[in-house]
């Protein structure tokens, strides 16, 4: 048997180690892995290669992808699917593993559906925004960072008695504000799941500044609201001194945790087992700690929600 590995998207750290995870779990059970460079684009391009045990080696603990990745818009036509599918068949390749975010399975689905491909997605993107598995490989490590960067930002602003707003990514998703918001100790966290209150963050912060606070952050997710508005709008209820960051790229490289890295190696054995079962048309996942697989229709129609708990509690904590 013979399958294909690619990845898509935005890179994430964990992908590298769920390249590795798959190539070293389909040689187990005797299966050739190809490895597709630069996602859809160097699927359609024959950019494949085949890997072996060894050419994983040394990869688990770094960011980015060694397959490297990229956005391909023209995969969004039938054409050059078609071509993607012929290639993939005149290599005799039984079986595909995407590792991407809900664009690189978007992409994977209609590749099953129209020409039968048999594909398995890991998901793998910072932005934590599929709603069918609890994390995405990327997310962990994101956060991790995003929460060494306030710890920095926390001592320049004490020592000022200084307010800082911090924009990270996730795109529509709030997850690495609120997960970043809750461990960094920030004082507010904007999410584009709730609509943001200027009065509202204006008042906590003259209550803090109040109550002795020397410094406050505010975490906000680039979804949320253009940080030039929230400095603007700040500045206007309040005479703190409010200053910015915006972390960017920063947040999507860098040593995968264990917590991603043990992720992906599940994800990328379950996402093997599949395939050697001639299953396609799924994606895998983790769900209460315990590896799940999922049609891909459904589960890139599941609804996403903010976790609501965390964030009401993240209120009381942070007055
Ligand atoms: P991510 O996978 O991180 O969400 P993108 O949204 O940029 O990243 O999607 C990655 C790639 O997946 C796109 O560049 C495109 O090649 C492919 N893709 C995305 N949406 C579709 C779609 N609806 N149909 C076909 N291919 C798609
Ligand atoms: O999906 C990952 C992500 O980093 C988002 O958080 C962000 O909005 C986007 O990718 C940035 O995309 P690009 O790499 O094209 O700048």
């Known amino acids: 048997m013979r399958i294909a590995v690619m990845t898509s998207g935005g890179d994430a750290p964990g992908m590298n180690a769920a390249i590795r995870g798959v190539v070293r779990c389909a040689a187990y059970d005797d299966i050739e892995v190809f490895g597709i460079e630069r996602g859809y684009k160097g699927l359609i391009d024959n950019e494949l290669q085949l890997m072996s045990k060894r050419s994983v080696s040394g990869i688990i603990q770094r960011g980015g992808t060694m397959l490297m990745t990229a956005r391909c818009p023209e995969f969004m036509q039938y054409e050059y699917r078609r071509k993607a599918a012929e290639v993939l068949t005149s290599r005799g390749i039984d079986g595909l593993v995407v590792i991407g975010g809900d664009g690189s399975f978007s992409g994977m689905r209609v590749l ?19 709603a069918y598995t609890d994390y995405t490989l990327g997310f962990d490590t994101a956060v991790n960072t995003v929460v060494s960067a306030i710890n920095n930002l926390r001592d320049t602003m004490s020592s000022h008695e200084r307010v800082v707003v911090v924009q990270v990514m996730g ?3 709030g997850d690495i504000a609120l997960y970043a918001g809750v461990a960094g ?49 700040l500045r206007e209820r309040t005479d703190l001194s409010v200053k910015s960051t915006v972390l960017g ?27 050697a079962q001639g299953i396609g048309g799924r994606v895998v996942g983790v769900r209460n700690n315990q590896v799940i697989d999922e049609d891909v229709s459904e589960a890139l129609a599941m609804p996403r929600r903010v976790e609501e708990d965390l964030y009401q509690l993240a209120g009381i904590l942070s007055l």
């Open 112 to 130: 099953y559906e129209e020409f039968g491909i048999k594909c398995v997605g890991i998901p793998g993107t910072i932005d934590n925004d599929l």
């Open 249 to 275: 790229y920063i947040q999507r490289g860098g040593v995968p945790t264990m917590a991603d890295r043990v992720l992906a190696s599940r994800l990328s054995a379950r996402a093997v087992e599949l395939l």
């Open 171 to 173: 795109r529509a998703c």
């Open 185 to 233: 100790g920030a004082e507010v966290i904007l999410v584009p799941e709730h609509e943001v209150n200027f009065d509202e963050v204006a008042r906590r912060l003259t209550i803090n500044k109040r109550a002795g606070k020397k410094s406050a952050i505010v975490m906000l997710a680039e979804g949320a609201c253009p940080i030039d508005t929230v400095i603007t709008e």
